[in-house]
């Protein structure tokens, strides 16, 4: 039985549909991260699964109990959550241990109880001999691990994290990070963390849910995400991918026969026949002296991680800018001949249009966003 399962949410804010029929369910003890673009609807989701906000349509289980739906609504204080937020929301006046025992006096437990918890969660957050101090006396680092403290203090069966490390510099940023991990696998507790940075998510995550506009994209853990995108939103917004147009000839039993221009290749995927598209990262592409599956133009290079970056604009095809990493400098304008050695087919949802219209609209963005790239 899942631990957390949500069942065709749907949330309207006036006539805005912020939750578009959101179904998902995740196992005990897993790290959910709530991915999408700006104004996707994770922190109105995250709200929902508190108990801060009630569905329109809709219902919410923790394990075999409807929290939500069904004229069924369990207050926040009855769920059993712990939420920790962006600004920490810590009571500023008092120290480190009266803020974690705050809610441990509001559930009725004995002094003793109390103090056994919150040495326990300072050892698991590794604050032990810092819970004199107020919070100004912290850094913001210390400040995000007072606050999962004190969420972890009352045992709660869900810890809810909404962009827990936006105020935190990237050096900061990446040690939480793996803090977050460790104080996940140590605890058993499951775990859903909002964030728009998608190496956040794919770091720290053992399932992903990528949300677009109200309505859940896709499921699933980061490597499923990044090999085998089920559309291309998730093919673009994962990995810094790209995707190419391709015509669909033929295609079953995972493997997918397309056109990509005038070369005819075999991919894995399947896809209806017809428009779709190629989802592909830059280590999927390959440059060799000639007889490529894909020309381009160089349009620039970064010299990062000891590679030079290029972006290259196909030529031949009306398509999206490539990135690929290669061993030397060369000049803008540079003709270079891809191999592709990976890739994923995915079809384009039934809308042929959206395909045309897209690529068409497209190049010319490309070329002029490409120009500031270099
Ligand atoms: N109380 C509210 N009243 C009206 N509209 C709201 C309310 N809460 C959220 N929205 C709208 O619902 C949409 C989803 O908001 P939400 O905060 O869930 O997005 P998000 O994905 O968390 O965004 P961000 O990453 O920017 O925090 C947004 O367009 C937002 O303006």
Same mark, same amino acid.
């Given at each position: 039985?899942?631990?957390?399962?949500?069942?065709?949410?749907?949330?309207?804010?006036?006539?805005?549909?912020?939750?578009?029929?959101?179904?998902?369910?995740?196992?005990?003890?897993?790290?959910?991260?709530?991915?999408?673009?700006?104004?996707?609807?994770?922190?109105?989701? *995250?709200?929902?699964?508190?108990?801060?906000?009630?569905?329109?349509?809709?219902?919410?289980?923790?394990?075999?109990?409807?929290?939500?739906?069904?004229?069924?609504?369990?207050?926040?204080?009855?769920?059993?959550?712990?939420?920790?937020?962006?600004?920490?929301?810590?009571?500023?006046?008092?120290?480190?241990?009266?803020?974690?025992?705050?809610?441990?006096?509001?559930?009725?437990?004995?002094?003793?109880?109390?103090?056994?918890?919150?040495?326990?969660? *300072?050892?698991?957050?590794?604050?032990?001999?810092?819970?004199?101090?107020?919070?100004?006396?912290?850094?913001?680092?210390?400040?995000?691990?007072?606050?999962?403290?004190?969420?972890?203090?009352?045992?709660?069966?869900?810890?809810?994290?909404?962009?827990?490390?936006?105020?935190?510099?990237?050096?900061?940023?990446?040690?939480?990070?793996?803090?977050?991990?460790?104080?996940?696998? *140590?605890?058993?507790?499951?775990?859903?963390?909002?964030?728009?940075?998608?190496?956040?998510?794919?770091?720290?995550?053992?399932?992903?849910?990528?949300?677009?506009?109200?309505?859940?994209?896709?499921?699933?853990?980061?490597?499923?995400?990044?090999?085998?995108?089920?559309?291309?939103?998730?093919?673009?917004?994962?990995?810094?991918?790209?995707? *190419?147009?391709?015509?669909?000839?033929?295609?079953?039993?995972?493997?997918?026969?397309?056109?990509?221009?005038?070369?005819?290749?075999?991919?894995?995927?399947?896809?209806?026949?017809?428009?779709?598209?190629?989802?592909?990262?830059?280590?999927?592409?390959?440059?060799?002296?000639?007889?490529?599956?894909?020309?381009?133009?160089?349009?620039?290079?970064?010299?990062?991680?000891?590679?030079?970056?290029?972006?290259?604009?196909?030529?031949?095809?009306?398509?999206?800018?490539?990135?690929?990493?290669?061993?030397?400098?060369?000049?803008?304008?540079?003709?270079?001949?891809?191999?592709?050695?990976?890739?994923?087919?995915?079809?384009?949802?039934?809308?042929?249009?959206?395909?045309?219209?897209?690529?068409?609209?497209?190049?010319?963005?490309?070329?002029?966003?490409?120009?500031?790239?270099?």
């Amino acid at each position: 039985m899942p631990h957390l399962c949500l069942n065709a949410i749907s949330k309207h804010f006036d006539k805005f549909t912020a939750l578009d029929s959101v179904s998902l369910a995740i196992p005990d003890g897993a790290f959910l991260a709530l991915l999408g673009p700006s104004g996707c609807g994770k922190t109105t989701l *995250l709200r929902l699964i508190a108990g801060l906000e009630h569905p329109d349509q809709g219902e919410i289980r923790f394990d075999d109990q409807l929290v939500a739906g069904d004229a069924v609504f369990v207050p926040p204080e009855k769920r059993r959550v712990g939420m920790v937020f962006q600004s920490y929301a810590l009571w500023p006046t008092m120290t480190v241990r009266k803020n974690i025992e705050f809610g441990l006096k509001v559930a009725g437990l004995t002094v003793q109880e109390r103090n056994q918890r919150i040495d326990e969660v *300072l050892d698991v957050v590794g604050l032990r001999g810092l819970d004199g101090r107020r919070p100004h006396e912290l850094s913001g680092g210390q400040r995000q691990r007072v606050a999962l403290a004190r969420s972890l203090a009352t045992r709660p069966q869900l810890i809810l994290l909404d962009e827990p490390l936006a105020n935190l510099d990237a050096h900061l940023r990446e040690a939480m990070l793996a803090e977050f991990r460790r104080i996940h696998s *140590l605890t058993g507790a499951t775990f859903v963390f909002v964030t728009h940075d998608q190496d956040e998510a794919m770091a720290v995550a053992t399932h992903v849910a990528v949300l677009d506009r109200g309505r859940l994209q896709q499921l699933g853990t980061p490597e499923e995400l990044y090999r085998q995108p089920s559309s291309s939103m998730v093919a673009r917004f994962i990995g810094r991918g790209r995707t *190419l147009p391709v015509q669909v000839v033929e295609s079953g039993a995972g493997r997918t026969k397309v056109m990509l221009g005038q070369q005819l290749l075999d991919m894995p995927g399947e896809a209806p026949t017809g428009y779709g598209w190629l989802c592909c990262h830059a280590s999927d592409f390959k440059r060799v002296p000639e007889g490529g599956h894909l020309k381009v133009e160089l349009l620039g290079q970064v010299f990062q991680n000891g590679v030079f970056l290029s972006h290259c604009l196909p030529t031949e095809i009306d398509g999206d800018v490539v990135s690929l990493p290669l061993e030397e400098r060369l000049a803008p304008g540079t003709s270079i001949e891809l191999v592709l050695t990976g890739g994923w087919v995915i079809g384009d949802g039934g809308t042929g249009q959206t395909w045309a219209g897209r690529v068409t609209g497209r190049s010319s963005t490309c070329r002029s966003a490409v120009i500031s790239v270099s």
